[in-house]
C-alpha cells in the first residue's frame, strides 16, 4: 500500500499567486482530511469528505481556501489568491469506512507552502 | 465539547530511561482514544489506538498506553526509549456523535538525550 500521497511536498510562491495541494488517499478509504499545522495554531481541520461529498468546511478560514474531491482518489486544496499567512505545512489524511475506523486516520507526508 | 489536554509541551529524557506521556480527555461516553507520532519534516504516524476491551493497548515501536476511565486519562509509556524516539507526540479522541472528527491535543516535544 503506497500510503496517502500528496503534491508536490513543497511549493514556495508570491502573493497573490494561486497555489493548488493534491491529494490522493488509501484505496478504499472513503473519508478524506485536510488540516494545516503552524507553530501558533497547531494541528487545524479545515475540512472533510466522505463519500466525495464535503461533510464539514467550517475549518476553512476563509473564502480564498477551497476544497474539491471529483472522485475518490483525487482531492485538491486550492489557495486564491495566496498570502504571506497561509504559510504551513497542509496535510491530507484518510481513513476507511464504518465506525469506529473512520477515526483512524492515516496521514500524508505533508506539503510545506512558503508564500513569499 | 470533547477536548484533549496535553500538560507537558516538553519533556527531555535519557536514552534508556523509561517514558510516560500524559493524556487527559473530557468525553461524555466511552472514548475512541488515539496516540500519533510525528518525526520532524514527516506526517503524523498512528502509534495505537484504543476503541474498547482491554485497557492497556500495545503499539508499534514498543510503545503501550493504558485508558483509564476514572482518571479520564490515556498516557503513553515505553520502559526505554530509544533516541530515534525523538518526536512530536499527539493524543486524540474521537469526536463522537454526527462528526467523524478527531480532536486532537496540543502536543508533546520529547527530546532524547545521549
Known amino acids: 500500500d503506497a500510503g496517502v500521497i500528496q503534491s508536490p511536498r513543497h511549493e514556495v510562491t508570491e502573493m497573490g499567486q494561486e497555489v493548488t495541494l493534491r491529494c490522493k488517499p488509501i484505496?478504499?478509504?472513503?473519508?478524506l482530511f485536510w488540516y494545516r499545522q503552524t507553530m501558533m495554531r497547531g494541528l487545524e481541520l479545515l475540512i472533510y469528505?466522505?463519500?466525495?461529498?464535503?461533510?464539514?468546511d467550517s475549518g476553512m478560514p476563509e473564502d480564498r481556501f477551497s476544497a474539491k474531491m471529483p472522485n475518490a482518489s483525487f482531492s485538491t486544496l486550492k489557495i486564491q489568491p495566496s498570502e504571506p499567512r497561509d504559510s504551513a505545512v497542509y496535510f491530507c489524511?484518510?481513513?476507511?469506512?464504518?465506525?469506529?475506523?473512520?477515526?483512524?486516520?492515516?496521514f500524508g507526508p505533508g506539503t510545506r507552502l512558503t508564500v513569499l | 465539547a470533547q477536548s484533549v489536554t496535553q500538560p507537558d509541551i516538553h519533556i527531555t529524557v535519557s536514552e534508556g530511561a523509561s517514558l510516560e506521556l500524559r493524556c487527559n480527555y473530557s468525553?461524555?461516553?466511552?472514548?475512541?482514544l488515539f496516540w500519533y507520532v510525528q518525526s520532524p519534516g514527516q506526517g503524523l504516524q498512528l502509534l495505537l489506538k484504543?476503541?474498547?476491551?482491554?485497557?492497556l493497548v500495545q503499539g508499534i515501536k514498543g510503545f503501550e498506553a493504558e485508558f483509564k476511565r476514572s482518571q479520564s486519562s490515556f498516557n503513553l509509556r515505553k520502559p526505554s526509549v530509544h533516541w530515534s524516539d525523538a518526536a512530536e507526540y499527539f493524543c486524540?479522541?474521537?469526536?463522537?456523535?454526527?462528526?467523524?472528527?478527531?480532536?486532537f491535543g496540543t502536543g508533546t516535544l520529547l527530546a532524547v538525550q545521549p
Open positions: 484504543y476503541f474498547s476491551g482491554d485497557t
Open positions: 486524540a479522541v474521537g469526536a463522537g456523535g454526527a462528526t467523524n472528527k478527531l480532536i
Open positions: 469528505f466522505n463519500n466525495n461529498v464535503p461533510i464539514d
Open positions: 468525553y461524555g461516553a466511552t472514548p475512541y
Open positions: 484505496s478504499g478509504h472513503d473519508y
Open positions: 489524511a484518510s481513513s476507511p469506512p464504518g465506525s469506529p475506523l473512520f477515526y483512524e486516520q492515516f
